[in-house]
């Protein structure tokens, strides 16, 4: 019978053994071409395998401003269910998607180093670790599937009877250049991949004794030295275990130096073989070495000591390292490094780094200046499993967000718009006289749009410390809002008085778009009526279409054709101050915007155009306000009958809002205060 206890159940789940012995898989040499007859792709390059393993996780295109672009799935990261997932740098990985088929197709970028720039917590280290983790799992599947070889031959050293390549270099390395091309000829002949499959180079320093050793032994017959001691082995890259992938680090320049990244050599074993010139002596365990056949990242690379930035230059240009007292040695792998502002405008200050700048390739990874994009960073990291004990109130991320994108926009140009409404634009709101031309021009006249301002570190940290300080069952935007202002006296990347003032300034502008969204989220709850908002849109459009076009409207009740509704439009556009000077305009902007939709295929939904659905809502809402007089709130006396329908609202809030007992008790008590402000201001 089996143990009802379901912990112990696990332990009575069968191994996966068939996906064991697919991983560890070896054979002959044979073996091994005959693998690469029947799946060529095995010998692709570490650009080749890089770039198709993006692919793999598929790709969407979609419009924006009238330009084209495209999605990568595999940066929404699919294999770790979004926790390092990239959101809304769609142009920026377009580039070094680019960047990397270019590379694949052997192009030129393959000689470069990738490095990734932008502000601090722009999520570079992040994208590195991505495709660090990707790679890793694509070595793991039948379409990542790379091969290394082992020697048949015992190590005086350790007494070992097999010894791996210390650089996991391609087996066919281990044929004579002449039939090793003529082999790659015969395989590209019949490979579709778009590019061309090649394994160039020579063996590593160790490799080659042990191979000159046996053909020795075999009077040169490379063929007897393949089949009795050479075992071909599956490779699957792994950071933890220093296959393939690397990631390099600098640290203090008296604990650091270059056979870090080349290896060095191994004084025990100098003992055994008596020279320090003899490869058996020498460890290839830098991380260069480690990372051959797959990628190294270099973390703050413009921080690395001018001694590393020659093994640089010549890892990218040449593909090959100089290892101490060896000759050069060639490798296979990406070299991706990140830096930030300030280490990239001192690198370009020094004439000394300019070979090191001819060989790089700088893609600007950006601050999101999209909202809804930024809003996505704060929910994954906090969601209600994450956040069990408290109830985060609705629009606490999205103001917190707000503000973080407000500051890393540009003042626009443009004396008619304000920063507030830029910011909205490119979410996708519209604006009057403003097309997706226009937008688009607003973002190339300012190219430095976020490369500066608040990191979502900080919003994140803020957040968390209000989540942990305060007793209350809810956090709601004001808690927030007020950390934010707080922390700002001691932010460590902002030192200037006058950055701080603007950011504080933007704080009050946050705070005002609250207060208007909250107000109109309680006055939909108090209306309550989907239905009738449509109905009213509906009307609203039948009659600006007639008098637009000089038409008559059917009246749906008699069947009798009549004039437009003045009336009714006007009590609508007056909600949101268009009076008869303007009326004209924005009717005709309203038909205008519905004929856009219609020629690209697209329905009108009034929620798309702020304006028009602020208007809907205001005028919906005074024809129904008197139902509940909601500034009665704030006298602290208020009747049952009162009570019972503020109870209805408050219910609505929790309903279809998110809110909980005590946020929505909040915004009730706060928008009532709203309300009695402005009578006593209108008094």
């Given at each position: 019978?089996?143990?009802?206890?379901?912990?112990?159940?696990?332990?009575?789940?069968?191994?996966?053994?068939?996906?064991?012995?697919?991983?560890?898989?070896?054979?002959?040499?044979?073996?091994?071409?005959?693998?690469?007859?029947?799946?060529?792709?095995?010998?692709?390059?570490?650009?080749?395998?890089?770039?198709?393993?993006?692919?793999?996780?598929?790709?969407?295109?979609?419009?924006?401003?009238?330009?084209?672009?495209?999605?990568?799935?595999?940066?929404?990261?699919?294999?770790?269910?979004?926790?390092?997932?990239?959101?809304?740098?769609?142009?920026?990985?377009?580039?070094?998607?680019?960047?990397?088929?270019?590379?694949?197709?052997?192009?030129?970028?393959?000689?470069?180093?990738?490095?990734?720039?932008?502000?601090?917590?722009?999520?570079?280290?992040?994208?590195?670790?991505?495709?660090?983790?990707?790679?890793?799992?694509?070595?793991?599947?039948?379409?990542?599937?790379?091969?290394?070889?082992?020697?048949?031959?015992?190590?005086?050293?350790?007494?070992?009877?097999?010894?791996?390549?210390?650089?996991?270099?391609?087996?066919?390395?281990?044929?004579?250049?002449?039939?090793?091309?003529?082999?790659?000829?015969?395989?590209?002949?019949?490979?579709?991949?778009?590019?061309?499959?090649?394994?160039?180079?020579?063996?590593?320093?160790?490799?080659?004794?042990?191979?000159?050793?046996?053909?020795?032994?075999?009077?040169?017959?490379?063929?007897?030295?393949?089949?009795?001691?050479?075992?071909?082995?599956?490779?699957?890259?792994?950071?933890?275990?220093?296959?393939?992938?690397?990631?390099?680090?600098?640290?203090?320049?008296?604990?650091?130096?270059?056979?870090?990244?080349?290896?060095?050599?191994?004084?025990?074993?100098?003992?055994?073989?008596?020279?320090?010139?003899?490869?058996?002596?020498?460890?290839?365990?830098?991380?260069?070495?480690?990372?051959?056949?797959?990628?190294?990242?270099?973390?703050?690379?413009?921080?690395?000591?001018?001694?590393?930035?020659?093994?640089?230059?010549?890892?990218?240009?040449?593909?090959?390292?100089?290892?101490?007292?060896?000759?050069?040695?060639?490798?296979?792998?990406?070299?991706?490094?990140?830096?930030?502002?300030?280490?990239?405008?001192?690198?370009?200050?020094?004439?000394?780094?300019?070979?090191?700048?001819?060989?790089?390739?700088?893609?600007?990874?950006?601050?999101?200046?999209?909202?809804?994009?930024?809003?996505?960073?704060?929910?994954?990291?906090?969601?209600?499993?994450?956040?069990?004990?408290?109830?985060?109130?609705?629009?606490?991320?999205?103001?917190?967000?707000?503000?973080?994108?407000?500051?890393?926009?540009?003042?626009?140009?443009?004396?008619?718009?304000?920063?507030?409404?830029?910011?909205?634009?490119?979410?996708?709101?519209?604006?009057?006289?403003?097309?997706?031309d226009n937008i688009r021009e607003l973002q190339e006249a300012a190219p430095r749009e976020g490369m500066d301002g608040i990191s979502p570190r900080y919003i994140q940290d803020r957040?968390?410390?209000?989540?942990?300080?305060?007793?209350?069952?809810?956090?709601?935007?004001?808690?927030?809002?007020?950390?934010?202002?707080?922390?700002?006296?001691?932010?460590?990347?902002?030192?200037?008085?006058?950055?701080?003032?603007?950011?504080?300034?933007?704080?009050?502008?946050?705070?005002?778009?609250?207060?208007?969204?909250?107000?109109?989220?309680?006055?939909?709850?108090?209306?309550?009526?989907?239905?009738?908002?449509?109905?009213?849109?509906?009307?609203?459009?039948?009659?600006?279409?007639?008098?637009?076009?000089?038409?008559?409207?059917?009246?749906?009740?008699?069947?009798?054709?009549?004039?437009?509704?003045?009336?009714?439009?006007?009590?609508?556009?007056?909600?949101?101050?268009?009076?008869?000077?303007?009326?004209?305009?924005?009717?005709?902007?309203?038909?205008?915007?519905?004929?856009?939709?219609?020629?690209?295929?697209?329905?009108?939904?009034?929620?798309?155009?702020?304006?028009?659905?602020?208007?809907?809502?205001?005028?919906?809402?005074?024809?129904?306000?008197?139902?509940?007089?909601?500034?009665?709130?704030?006298?602290?006396?208020?009747?049952?009958?009162?009570?019972?329908?503020?109870?209805?609202?408050?219910?609505?809030?929790?309903?279809?809002?998110?809110?909980?007992?005590?946020?929505?008790?909040?915004?009730?008590?706060?928008?009532?205060?709203?309300?009695?402000?402005?009578?006593?201001?209108?008094?």
């Amino acid at each position: 019978m089996s143990n009802p206890n379901p912990l112990a159940r696990i332990l009575e789940r069968e191994p996966d053994i068939k996906t064991f012995r697919d991983l560890n898989w070896e054979g002959t040499f044979e073996d091994y071409l005959n693998k690469i007859w029947e799946n060529p792709r095995v010998l692709r390059n570490a650009y080749q395998r890089l770039y198709e393993m993006i692919l793999s996780y598929g790709h969407e295109t979609f419009k924006e401003n009238k330009q084209t672009l495209t999605r990568y799935k595999f940066f929404s990261d699919v294999q770790g269910d979004g926790h390092d997932a990239v959101f809304g740098l769609e142009r920026s990985l377009e580039r070094l998607v680019a960047f990397f088929k270019s590379a694949a197709y052997g192009y030129g970028t393959e000689r470069r180093i990738l490095l990734l720039h932008g502000p601090v917590g722009s999520a570079k280290s992040t994208i590195a670790r991505l495709l660090k983790r990707g790679l890793e799992d694509y070595s793991r599947s039948k379409e990542g599937e790379v091969y290394t070889y082992e020697w048949l031959v015992k190590d005086e050293a350790t007494g070992q009877d097999r010894m791996r390549s210390p650089m996991n270099e391609d087996p066919l390395k281990l044929m004579p250049l002449e039939a090793r091309q003529e082999l790659l000829g015969q395989v590209n002949e019949r490979f579709d991949g778009g590019y061309t499959l090649d394994v160039t180079g020579e063996l590593n320093p160790f490799c080659r004794y042990i191979y000159n050793d046996l053909l020795k032994k075999y009077n040169g017959d490379w063929r007897q030295v393949l089949k009795n001691n050479v075992r071909v082995v599956r490779l699957t890259l792994s950071e933890q275990d220093r296959r393939g992938i690397a990631t390099f680090q600098p640290k203090d320049e008296k604990n650091q130096d270059s056979t870090e990244l080349t290896g060095d050599i191994n004084y025990r074993k100098i003992a055994i073989y008596g020279s320090d010139t003899d490869p058996r002596a020498f460890n290839f365990d830098g991380e260069f070495n480690v990372a051959n056949r797959g990628i190294i990242e270099f973390i703050e690379i413009l921080k690395l000591d001018v001694a590393f930035l020659y093994d640089l230059l010549g890892a990218s240009q040449e593909h090959a390292i100089k290892p101490k007292k060896f000759s050069q040695t060639d490798i296979d792998e990406v070299i991706i490094g990140h830096t930030n502002e300030p280490e990239y405008r001192r690198m370009q200050q020094n004439e000394l780094m300019e070979a090191f700048r001819d060989r790089t390739v700088k893609i600007d990874i950006p601050y999101n200046t999209k909202l809804d994009h930024e809003i996505r960073i704060y929910r994954k990291d906090f969601t209600p499993e994450k956040v069990r004990h408290k109830h985060i109130a609705p629009h606490t991320i999205e103001m917190a967000a707000l503000w973080a994108v407000l500051t890393r926009l540009e003042e626009p140009s443009h004396a008619a718009l304000t920063l507030l409404q830029k910011l909205k634009l490119y979410a996708g709101k519209t604006l009057p006289g403003w097309t997706e031309d226009n937008i688009r021009e607003l973002q190339e006249a300012a190219p430095r749009e976020g490369m500066d301002g608040i990191s979502p570190r900080y919003i994140q940290d803020r957040i968390s410390a209000v989540l942990a300080t305060d007793t209350s069952t809810s956090i709601n935007p004001f808690m927030v809002m007020n950390a934010l202002r707080q922390g700002l006296d001691h932010h460590s990347l902002i030192s200037n008085e006058e950055t701080k003032k603007r950011y504080r300034d933007l704080l009050n502008l946050v705070r005002e778009e609250y207060e208007d969204i909250v107000k109109n989220e309680v006055q939909r709850a108090i209306v309550a009526d989907e239905e009738a908002i449509n109905r009213l849109c509906a009307n609203y459009i039948d009659n600006v279409k007639a008098y637009t076009q000089r038409e008559k409207v059917t009246n749906k009740y008699t069947g009798q054709d009549e004039e437009p509704d003045e009336r009714l439009m006007q009590s609508i556009e007056s909600k949101i101050g268009i009076g008869e000077a303007q009326k004209d305009d924005f009717r005709r902007e309203i038909m205008n915007y519905i004929g856009a939709l219609a020629l690209e295929g697209k329905p009108f939904d009034y929620r798309t155009n702020e304006r028009l659905q602020k208007a809907l809502e205001l005028k919906l809402f005074e024809d129904q306000k008197d139902q509940i007089k909601l500034k009665t709130l704030v006298s602290q006396v208020v009747d049952r009958e009162t009570q019972e329908k503020i109870d209805v609202v408050k219910a609505r809030l929790i309903r279809d809002y998110g809110y909980n007992e005590e946020s929505a008790t909040d915004v009730l008590n706060f928008v009532a205060s709203i309300f009695a402000r402005g009578d006593a201001k209108s008094q």
